[in-house]
């Protein structure tokens, strides 16, 4: 198959990640505001965003790098927070299979919103796949990059209330959720992610209730694809 010219594969995976830099943008910025108010300034938001690059993380690793948590609470919580991401990773093993030397970055940067993006496993006609995903990944790592660091630097000269600041990252799952829904014809693995975490969330409470509905989750599409092979 004969691919398009590198920039136009770059100009296509620039489009798709528009709607999430929207989104990462205005959340970078809360992070980055947020993470200055409790006095960490520009290296720690930059490093935390290259490194890290998890929204609901990044903002609990305020709280725990302000707390002086131990080491273990740390690694247990930044285990439960991220937990989702290996379900995320199972249903993408086929499509980034083959991805060479784009894989391991890949991996690392498939967060919640790039996921809703390149599940599907649709690529633009003319693009090469794994290019083409690399690229949609790390457009939307730099925009969640570019917002921590534009919100720490703001930080410092424009006075800002960070109450209720933390409900962006809820704002955006939201939005995500809603943009798959509208864009799939296929709901049953959405309507199978709402009854179980709201059934985990009542029986085991807002505290603990991420670790169970994710599991429930994973046992009800393991079912539905073994009934569709």
């Known amino acids: 198959m004969q691919y398009k010219s590198r ?44 490194f890290i690059y998890a929204g609901s993380l990044q903002y609990a690793g305020v709280s725990m790098i302000d707390g002086g948590v131990s080491l273990i609470t740390a690694a247990l919580t930044s285990l439960m927070i991220n937990a989702r991401h290996l379900f995320y990773s199972i249903s993408m093993i086929d499509k980034y299979k083959g991805s060479g030397r784009y894989k391991p970055y890949l991996i690392f940067a498939l967060t919640d919103e790039t996921y809703s993006l390149l599940s599907d496993g649709s690529v633009p006609e003319g693009c090469e796949p794994a290019f083409y995903r690399f690229m949609v990944s790390l457009f939307n790592h730099c925009w969640w990059i570019s917002g921590s660091v534009l919100g720490s630097l703001m930080s410092s000269s424009l006075p800002f209330s960070t109450k209720g600041i933390e409900f ?38 807002p505290a603990d209730f991420l670790i169970p509905s994710m599991a429930a989750i994973m046992v009800c599409l393991i079912i539905l694809r073994r009934r569709r092979i």
Request: glycine share 10%; with cysteine.
């Open 7 to 50: 920039p136009e594969q770059i100009r296509k995976a620039f489009i798709t990640s528009v709607p999430v830099m929207a989104g990462y943008v205005i959340l970078g910025i809360g992070f980055g505001i947020l993470l200055a108010e409790k006095g960490y300034g520009l290296p720690w938001a930059f490093a935390m965003s290259v």
């Open 168 to 205: 962006s990252m809820t704002a955006l799952f939201v939005s995500a959720f809603a943009e798959q829904w509208y864009t799939s014809k296929e709901h049953t693995a959405a309507l199978c992610g709402l009854v179980c975490s709201v059934i985990s969330l009542l029986v085991f409470g």
